[in-house]
Structure formats: C-alpha cells, structure tokens
C-alpha cells in the first residue's frame, strides 16, 4: 500500500529590512517557531527555506499545509533581525513551487 505524501504550502515573502543574509532570516525564523510553539511545534510545521533573493528582497519557504496559520503568526510576529528593525508580508500562498514563480512578477 503506498504512502501519501506529505502535503506542503510554499509562501513567497517580502520582507523589509536591511541587508539579511540567507543564514540569519534563517536563524530567525527559527527561533520565532521554537519561541512560540517549541520543538513539538516546529516538527510540526515542518519550515525550510527554499529560495532567497537579497536583492528583491524576497524569500520562498516551505511548511505542512496544516501548520499554514501558525506559520503566519510565527512570520507577523517577527520585528526584528539583527537588532535592526524588520517585517515579513506574505505576499502569496501555493500548493507547488512552479505555480508560485508562475505568479510572482
């Protein structure tokens, strides 16, 4: 009997802050998920992220398709990044990567 894949949203973000680099919007995305919903709450919402572009300011991650509204809290809840200030819009939603670029200007 074959095993159903785990379902995934991926969400194009914007994000308005200074010059971040890959590894720390990494980092604090990170620690917003393990500070608001533990480690039992990040296994869960299973985040990773799948694309960044510094110079448009823009990111693509990855989450469990049951864990989107908690993801988006983790990510409305951000204000800061490297003690400099910082937000992060979520700009649009898709089931696949292809229809999200698809989308994207």
């Known amino acids: ?38 480690v ?10 799948i694309d960044y572009i510094p110079d448009e300011n823009r990111a693509i991650i990855r989450c469990n398709h049951n864990r989107l509204n908690e993801m988006r809290v983790v990510l409305a809840h951000i204000t800061e990044a490297e003690k400099r200030p910082c937000r992060i819009d979520v700009t649009l939603v898709s089931g696949t990567i292809k229809s999200l670029r698809k989308h994207l200007p």
């Open 1 to 38: 009997m074959p095993v159903r894949s785990v379902r995934r949203r991926y969400l194009n973000l914007h994000i308005e802050a200074e010059r971040l680099s890959e590894d720390s919007l990494n980092r604090v995305i990170e620690s917003k998920i393990h500070f608001l919903y533990g």
């Open 40 to 49: 039992k709450g990040a296994v869960e919402i299973n985040y990773k992220l």
